[in-house]
Nanobody, 122 residues
Framework: VQLVESGGGLVQAGGSLRLSCAAS????????MDWYRQVPGKQRELVAAITSGGSTNYADSVKGRFTISRDNAKNTVYLQMNSLKPEDTAVYYC?????????????????WGQGTQVTVSS
């Protein structure tokens, strides 16, 4: 299973960005899909998560500003980020808990994307 993020970039404070993460490969099913972020010298932190049924969870720091959604038919998760702040600057990573078709059958695993840089200028 491969995850490819897109949509990062440079934006002024107060602006918006929309991140996308598309999963591909021998996917049988995808359970949760999450967005994490990381700044140099700090641990990667959960930003938002969404289950296959659409239940969502957000970090307190982004509640009311970010919205996670997913298109199960496209195996894609989105992160709409509004009212961006300089402290949102980070590399954003997509994570998926997925079941993949392997030679020996269906195997569960956790997969990460390569990350996309989001920079918010003040």
């Amino acid at each position: 299973v491969q995850l490819v993020e897109s949509g990062g970039g440079l934006v002024q404070a107060g602006g918006s960005l929309r991140l996308s993460c598309a999963a591909s490969g021998r996917i049988f099913s995808i359970n949760s899909m999450d967005w994490y972020r990381q700044v140099p010298g700090k641990q990667r932190e959960l930003v938002a998560a969404i289950t296959s049924g659409g239940s969502t969870n957000y970090a307190d720091s982004v509640k009311g500003r970010f919205t996670i959604s997913r298109d199960n038919a496209k195996n894609t998760v989105y992160l709409q980020m509004n009212s961006l702040k300089p402290e949102d600057t980070a590399v954003y990573y997509c994570k998926a808990a997925a079941n993949a078709r392997q030679t020996m059958g269906i195997m569960s695993g956790v997969y990460w994307g390569q990350g996309t840089q989001v920079t918010v200028s003040s």
